[in-house]
């Protein structure tokens, strides 16, 4: 049964005027007239008495009629649904990102987020492990690094180049490498399955050989570890930019590139049809991780301060989730 079909019938049955609703819907009296008697032919019942100067809904057209507008304000109510989350920032939203910046990016940026736009929920996973958006079900991926090829769109957060960092213990203790060849006589604090370092420095790539007394698969344990003395750590600037810029942790092998192209990056599975909470996000993100880099005023672009406490988010709900 047509739609239109229905909408015609419903004009019809309230203006009791062939012409009238022809001209409303900008269809021929005829044209009118015929989607009628389709309606009436699928039917098997006489749905108006009609004659040359007047028409009149029948009993059958009257009981069709409630269930014909029951119809069709469901369907408006599922149509202003869907408009109203492609029109403004409202809906749910899953991300996943990287443990190594849940709890001190992900988490505040989150929550700042969520107090400027306190009709969009966020369910959040923190997991170091590659996600298949599409067959994990997520909206976003945050990642750093540099990116492998793929078919995903990929928005640049902020810049995030790679470091070597020791506490100044460590380095009172054991000296400061000069060149990478000089970390085959320190102790390095791998992550995962590290088994070398590669550099880069004018244009040549050095690969470098390490090893230590400590490997995790979670950054923020090294971190940890740099930061008491235990050796070198290769990680994000981002990651440890609090102990850096406290002078928990200090950078060396200036000179060298440790990875090209690090950054933090969104993706996300296509640009057609941006929703505007995913289009809000995306935005907001890029603001918030400039400030963390201290670029701009913890300010955010769309009104609270980043670092507010968030005392009521409305309809906002975050689930917050490591694995």
């Not at 400061?176 to 604090?189: K, Q, V």
Request: glycine share 8%; net charge neutral; aromatic share 4%.
């Amino acid at each position: 049964m047509d739609i239109q079909d229905m909408r015609i019938f419903a004009r019809v049955a309230a203006v009791q005027n062939l012409s009238a609703v022809g001209t409303e819907m900008g269809l021929t009296p005829g044209t009118i007239s015929k989607r009628i008697q389709a309606l009436e032919d699928e039917l098997s019942a006489r749905l108006f008495d009609r004659t040359t100067r007047s028409i009149r809904i029948t009993e059958e057209g009257a009981a069709f009629l409630g269930h014909v507008e029951r119809i069709l304000a469901e369907i408006e109510a599922a149509r202003a649904s869907v408009d109203d989350k492609v029109t403004k920032p409202k809906g749910r939203l899953k991300i996943a990102a990287p443990t190594c910046l849940g709890a001190r990016y992900i988490a505040p940026g989150l929550c700042a987020f969520m107090r400027t736009y306190p009709e969009i929920e966020i369910h959040v996973d923190l997991r170091d492990r590659p996600v298949n958006l599409q067959e994990d079900g997520y909206d976003i991926a945050i990642r750093t690094g540099a990116l492998p090829d793929s078919s995903l769109i990929a928005k640049r957060l902020t810049p995030d180049r790679h470091v070597i960092a020791a506490s100044p213990a460590y380095l009172s203790r054991k000296g400061r490498p000069a060149r990478p060849e000089d970390l085959a006589d320190h102790d390095c604090l791998l992550v995962g399955d590290e088994r070398q370092w590669s550099f880069a420095r004018k244009g040549a790539e050095i690969v470098q050989r390490v090893e230590g007394p400590l490997r995790s698969n979670n950054g923020e344990l090294i971190c940890q570890a740099a930061v008491a003395g235990m050796g070198l750590m290769r990680a994000s600037e981002l990651e440890i930019l609090s102990e850096l810029r406290d002078g928990k942790l200090v950078q060396v092998l200036h000179d060298y590139e440790v990875a090209s192209n690090a950054a933090v990056w969104a993706l996300y599975p296509s640009a057609r049809h941006l929703l505007p909470r995913m289009r809000a996000l995306l935005d907001f993100l890029a603001v918030w991780f400039r400030q963390a880099r201290g670029a701009e005023p913890a300010t955010t672009a769309n009104g609270p301060a980043c670092g507010e406490p968030v005392a009521d988010r409305g309809s906002a709900r975050a689930q917050l989730r490591v694995g």
